[in-house]
């Protein structure tokens, strides 16, 4: 896994740079990545004829692209391939936050934010590699058990990036938080956490007797250490 760099990196930008709270942002790649690639979707926001929309859709990693794929007949993937600016996120719900006042319920969570224009890979080979590196993604040496794609398979899927340049991750893993005072108050206060799990695998018909089931392989939770009650 990714380890996080010690010491501050500033943001690329002004633009994704955190304001609120801006001791929860973080700026280098190695934090960036991770939350990305322990993420399976993301939704990508953008603005066609001054109305904007935000689309869920599958994302995935390769060096410093953010990829994302669909239908070649979808509005927003033919609107957005031409380098139109586009803002993608992940977000990662680790724990529900209670406290003992309502102001200070909470979240814990892991963000991140890529700014960037939107590029459709064209190359017939190059779609088929980052078609193999988004299978792989979640199901490592699954690609070459799959049947080929087909040429008109490709015609028919856009396969979009942008460059992880301008990007920045906002992280709240610190738990519980009273106004001091309030322990006091006869509430319970804690975190429960979220942990995503996958369910047993159901076949379907057609496998054959005796084939091993594929594993999902998903990067390890980002772990961060808590900060101190100052920072809060």
Request: charged fraction near 25%; include cysteine; proline fraction near 9%.
């Amino acid at each position: 896994m990714n380890e996080r760099t010690t010491g501050p990196v500033p943001p690329s930008s002004d633009r994704v740079r955190v304001r609120r709270k801006p001791d929860r942002g973080h700026y280098d790649r190695a934090t960036i990545d991770a939350i990305l690639d322990a993420s399976i979707v993301g939704s990508v926001g953008y603005v066609i004829d001054g109305q904007p929309y935000v689309t869920p859709t599958a994302i995935w990693r390769t060096g410093d692209r953010l990829f994302w794929h669909g239908s070649s007949a979808s509005r927003m993937l033919r609107q957005t391939k031409g380098g139109l600016p586009v803002c993608i996120t992940a977000f990662h719900l680790d724990a529900l936050v209670l406290a003992r006042s309502g102001f200070n319920h909470s979240l814990d969570y892991r963000s991140v934010m890529v700014l960037g224009r939107a590029y459709e890979v064209e190359d017939d080979e190059a779609k088929r590699a980052a078609l193999r590196a988004f299978v792989e993604h979640l199901y490592p040496g699954r690609w070459d058990e799959l049947r080929p794609p087909t040429s008109q398979e490709l015609k028919a899927t856009s396969v979009l990036w942008i460059e992880i340049a301008e990007a920045s991750v906002k992280i709240r893993d610190i738990g519980a938080h009273d106004e001091p005072g309030d322990e006091a108050w006869p509430a319970w206060a804690g975190s429960i956490p979220i942990v995503t799990t996958f369910g047993t695998p159901v076949p379907d018909p057609f496998v054959q007797p005796g084939m091993e089931t594929p594993v999902v392989a998903l990067a390890p939770r980002l772990s961060t250490p808590r900060l101190p009650e100052e920072d809060w």
